[in-house]
């Protein structure tokens, strides 16, 4: 798998159907209709993608599950130059269970 399509569709087979969007101190799905906070999920899998010439290309896919609220799903976040403003724990969060 090389390209975040390629991971995504492979994600979406393994049962990483929500698709979360990135809030400064949450993940959000379902129309906004759900937030999930840093105590609430877990960082199964990442990948990461490096742009060949554009920093801007560089991105990461993280696979989320919560046994709290019965989902699983994937965040497409950029990282370096182009990552998301976020609290503290939301960053513990991400990374402590991506090392």
Not at 34 to 63: C, H, W
Not at 64 to 90: D, Q
Request: aromatic letters at 8%; one cysteine or more; a negative charge.
């Amino acid at each position: 798998m090389t390209t975040l399509t390629e991971v995504l569709d492979h994600l979406q087979r393994e049962g990483y159907t929500t698709d979360f969007n990135l809030k400064e101190n949450c993940l959000e799905c379902h129309g906004n209709l759900l937030q999930i906070f840093p105590n609430e999920f877990s960082v199964d899998k990442t990948y990461r993608f490096e742009g060949m010439t554009d920093p801007g290309d560089e991105a990461i896919i993280y696979a989320v599950s919560s046994s709290k609220h019965n989902i699983k799903g994937t965040l497409v976040n950029g990282y370096g130059t182009s990552s998301s403003a976020l609290t503290h724990e939301m960053v513990e969060a991400l990374n402590k269970k991506t090392l």
